[in-house]
């Protein structure tokens, strides 16, 4: 009998497949990497070999520079590959564009790393797929029954008021730069908001590669005011890195509102931290009940929880006899949240 453990165990690297020679999302240089999407904590450079879908290559190149690995190998959603004596499949995981759950399987089980994942509609990427599986790798981001995300819309919808109430002030809005400042700007305009939006150089190339991948943005612009006066930015929205609006550039816009798209905008504490006035609930990962649905919908023989908080959702599983464990992986960091 095979054990899971056989298959994939955890080490100092990350997730290592012993048959297929590989690691999944290693967080210090390997030979050969699988990688579930371009988030920095999940996708570094320096591995030899790297095989992730055509979109996290291209974005892993954007970040790093092309010479980020010696090796690329592009993983076709849904087609099967063999590494050493083991299949493995690249499936959407509904996270940001490209990102993907990783299937592996050998002697008759499998068992997939969904990486960073969410169930809710997102216009800037593929729907998460549910794969049937004995094992099944969940993240842990949000995974205590107080998170619950609200709908996007009315986060949204929010915003959208506090333009029309305060047309005279910018609206900074802090949004991740790979995946949610794209999703962000997306949904401002799946609700008609058709004005310029205006995005700080560090947004540029990610904006830009959304675009260039059919994602329409609209009209966006440098959020530079050179030359230009500062009321040229009233009742405009400005969307930036979260680590943009600690600095002299968040300074330069009039009388600005501080908003943050975060899972973590729910807990007031942290939206305080930061001096947001106008917090908005837009995580990227799943919630609780987005958790504990896909648990329920797999039914894998045995969960594996990783990066976050574990315990709550092992608690979870073992009020209902199904066998689970937490993970302990090191260093990934909810860069993207
Ligand atoms: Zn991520």
Request: glycine share 8%.
């Amino acid at each position: 009998m095979i054990k899971p453990e056989d298959l994939l165990r955890p080490t100092r690297e990350g997730l290592y497949c012993p048959p297929g020679g590989f690691f999944i999302d290693p967080v210090r240089p390997v030979d050969r990497a699988l990688v579930t999407h371009g988030h920095a904590d999940h996708a570094r450079p320096g591995n030899a070999r790297v095989m992730a879908t055509r979109e996290t290559l291209d974005i892993m190149a954007l970040r790093y520079g092309e010479d980020f690995a010696r090796e690329r190998q592009t993983a076709k959603l849904g087609e099967t590959a063999r590494i050493g004596e083991v299949e493995v499949s690249f499936h959407p995981a509904g996270h940001v564009l490209g990102s993907a759950q990783i299937a592996v399987e050998w002697r008759g089980l499998r068992i997939v790393a969904s990486g960073d994942y969410k169930r809710r509609a997102d216009p800037t990427c593929l729907g998460f797929e549910p794969v049937p599986c004995d094992v099944f790798i969940t993240e842990a981001t949000f995974a205590l029954p107080v998170f619950r995300h609200p709908p996007t819309r009315a986060e949204i919808g929010k915003l959208l008021t506090s333009l029309k109430n305060f047309p005279d002030r910018a609206h900074l809005v802090g949004a991740y730069a790979l995946g949610k400042a794209q999703r962000v700007i997306r949904h401002l305009r799946d609700a008609g908001y058709d004005q310029p939006i205006f995005i700080h150089g560090a947004l540029k190339k990610l904006c830009d590669y959304y675009q260039s991948e059919g994602i329409d943005l609209g009209d966006l612009r440098p959020a530079t005011v050179e030359g230009g006066k500062k009321g040229d930015f009233a009742g405009a929205v400005i969307v930036g890195p979260p680590s943009a609006f600690a600095d002299k550039w968040a300074r330069r816009f009039p009388d600005p509102v501080a908003s943050f798209a975060s899972g973590w905008m729910q807990v007031r504490q942290r939206a305080r931290q930061r001096g947001v006035e106008l917090p908005l609930i837009v995580s990227d990962h799943c919630d609780w009940d987005e958790l504990t649905d896909t648990v329920s919908e797999l039914s894998p023989q045995e969960l594996w929880v990783t990066h976050g908080r574990e315990e709550a959702l092992v608690r979870w599983c073992e009020l209902r006899q199904l066998r689970a464990r937490p993970l302990h992986l090191v260093g990934y960091e909810d860069e993207a949240e």
